[in-house]
C-alpha cells in the first residue's frame, strides 16, 4: 500500500506545480472564510489548471451552504470536497463528489456517523490548519477496523515519519500537511515539499 500525500492550502500556481514535483498526489484548495489560506475563484482556477491530470484536486469547505459549494464547483475543476464542519451524514451523501470528512481526533463514533467516508484525522481540540501536533498513534485502531483514514495535525518532514511508526504495521490511506511546509507568507516550500515526501516514502520501505 502506499500512503498518499496530500498537500493541504495551496495559494499560488506554482506551489502546486512543486508539490506535484514532489510526488504529491493531492492538493487542498482552501474555500473557508476566513482561512488565511482562503482561496478566490480566480486564483483557484489557475491553481487547478495548472496541475490539471497530475494531481487530485480537492475543494475544502466548513458549514458551507449548498449554494457556496455549487459556486466554486462550477468554475473550479475539482476530483474530491473535503468537509471540515459539522456537516451531517446526509450531507455528505448529497454531494456528487467523493468526500474526505475532517473530525477531531481519533473518533469512533463519527467513523460510524459516516460509514464509507474517507476521514481525516486532525487535531482533536485545535482544528485544522495550525500545525498542531497530537498523539497519532490513537488512529492505530480504526486502521485496523478497515476505517480509510487521512493523518493530519502537525505533520511535518521531521516528524511524519515518527507519526507513521507510531502505528505500528499499520498505514493510513494517507497523510495531510499545510503548515508544515509552508515558508513565508503561507507559501509552500519546494525543499520542504520534497522532504516530506521522502520521509514518508522512507517510513513506508520499513514496513
Same mark, same amino acid.
Given at each position: 500500500?502506499?500512503?498518499? %500525500?496530500? /498537500?493541504?492550502?495551496?495559494?499560488? *500556481?506554482?506551489?502546486?506545480?512543486? +508539490?506535484?514535483?514532489?510526488?504529491?498526489?493531492? /492538493?487542498?484548495?482552501?474555500?473557508? #472564510?476566513?482561512? #488565511?489560506?482562503?482561496?478566490?475563484?480566480?486564483?483557484?482556477?489557475?491553481?487547478?489548471?495548472?496541475?490539471?491530470?497530475?494531481?487530485?484536486?480537492?475543494?475544502?469547505?466548513?458549514?458551507?451552504?449548498?449554494?457556496?459549494?455549487?459556486?466554486?464547483?462550477?468554475?473550479?475543476? %475539482?476530483?474530491?470536497?473535503? !468537509?471540515?464542519?459539522?456537516?451531517?451524514?446526509?450531507?455528505?451523501?448529497?454531494?456528487?463528489? #467523493?468526500? /474526505?470528512?475532517?473530525?477531531?481526533?481519533?473518533?469512533?463514533?463519527?467513523?460510524?456517523?459516516? *460509514?464509507?467516508?474517507?476521514?481525516?484525522?486532525?487535531? *482533536?481540540?485545535?482544528?485544522?490548519?495550525?500545525?498542531?501536533?497530537?498523539?497519532?498513534?490513537?488512529? +492505530?485502531?480504526? %486502521?485496523?477496523?478497515?476505517?480509510? /483514514? %487521512?493523518?493530519?495535525?502537525?505533520?511535518?518532514? @521531521?516528524?511524519?515519519?515518527?507519526?507513521?511508526?507510531?502505528?505500528?504495521? !499499520?498505514?493510513?490511506?494517507?497523510?495531510?500537511?499545510?503548515?508544515?511546509? @509552508?515558508?513565508?507568507?503561507?507559501?509552500?516550500? *519546494?525543499?520542504? !515539499?520534497?522532504?516530506?515526501?521522502?520521509?514518508?516514502?522512507?517510513?513506508?520501505?520499513?514496513?
Amino acid at each position: 500500500m502506499t500512503v498518499r %500525500i496530500k /498537500i493541504c492550502g495551496v495559494v499560488h *500556481p506554482d506551489d502546486a506545480a512543486a +508539490a506535484v514535483d514532489a510526488g504529491a498526489d493531492l /492538493i487542498g484548495l482552501n474555500f473557508v #472564510p476566513g482561512s #488565511p489560506r482562503r482561496l478566490g475563484l480566480d486564483a483557484a482556477e489557475q491553481i487547478a489548471a495548472r496541475v490539471a491530470g497530475q494531481v487530485e484536486r480537492v475543494a475544502v469547505f466548513q458549514n458551507a451552504g449548498w449554494d457556496e459549494i455549487e459556486r466554486v464547483t462550477r468554475r473550479v475543476d %475539482i476530483e474530491r470536497i473535503q !468537509l471540515h464542519g459539522d456537516e451531517s451524514e446526509e450531507d455528505v451523501e448529497l454531494l456528487d463528489y #467523493p468526500v /474526505i470528512k475532517a473530525v477531531r481526533g481519533a473518533d469512533r463514533q463519527a467513523a460510524e456517523t459516516y *460509514p464509507g467516508t474517507l476521514l481525516l484525522l486532525d487535531h *482533536p481540540t485545535r482544528g485544522g490548519g495550525q500545525g498542531q501536533s497530537w498523539n497519532w498513534s490513537e488512529a +492505530a485502531d480504526l %486502521i485496523a477496523e478497515g476505517v480509510d /483514514i %487521512i493523518l493530519a495535525g502537525g505533520l511535518t518532514p @521531521e516528524n511524519v515519519g515518527q507519526a507513521l511508526e507510531e502505528l505500528g504495521d !499499520l498505514l493510513p490511506w494517507g497523510v495531510d500537511v499545510a503548515t508544515g511546509v @509552508e515558508g513565508a507568507d503561507r507559501r509552500k516550500d *519546494p525543499g520542504r !515539499l520534497r522532504a516530506f515526501v521522502e520521509a514518508v516514502r522512507a517510513a513506508e520501505k520499513l514496513r
